[in-house]
């Protein structure tokens, strides 16, 4: 074996190795070791048994990557939420001079 070789299959191992412990990183730094991993299986040259072992570490990647995403959707999606509750109740509904029937810059800028 090639020293690029040993290192790519010690690397693989380690990787494998801490899938368990995958949930407890950042979103950033899960999401930085997986373009990694795609590159080192994109770049070819790995055995069947470290690609395997990529390939997992990958999927387990992507999956804090896909919780810390969803997180922070329930998270912005809460605080839209109580801001519209929020507005609506605080103010009666329609500020003096907004009831035009037109929505104010910034509400209401729900259209893809």
Known sequence: ?????D??????????????AAGAIG?????DELIE???????????????????ERGEELAKVCRRWLDGARARLDAALAERDAGGAAGRGGVREG??????????????P
């Not at 991993?37 to 790995?46: K, Y």
């Not at 929505?103 to 729900?110: N, Q, R, V």
Request: charged share 25%; hydrophobic share 40%; proline share 0%.
């Open 1 to 5: 074996m090639t020293a690029k070789t």
């Open 7 to 20: 290192e790519t299959s010690a690397n693989a191992i380690g990787a494998a190795g801490a899938a368990g």
């Open 27 to 31: 979103y950033e730094q899960a999401r």
């Open 37 to 55: 991993v795609v590159r080192r299986l994109e770049a070819g040259g790995t055995t069947l048994e470290e690609s395997l072992a990529l390939w």
């Open 98 to 111: 907004e009831g035009d029937g037109v929505a104010g810059e910034g509400e209401g800028d729900s259209a």
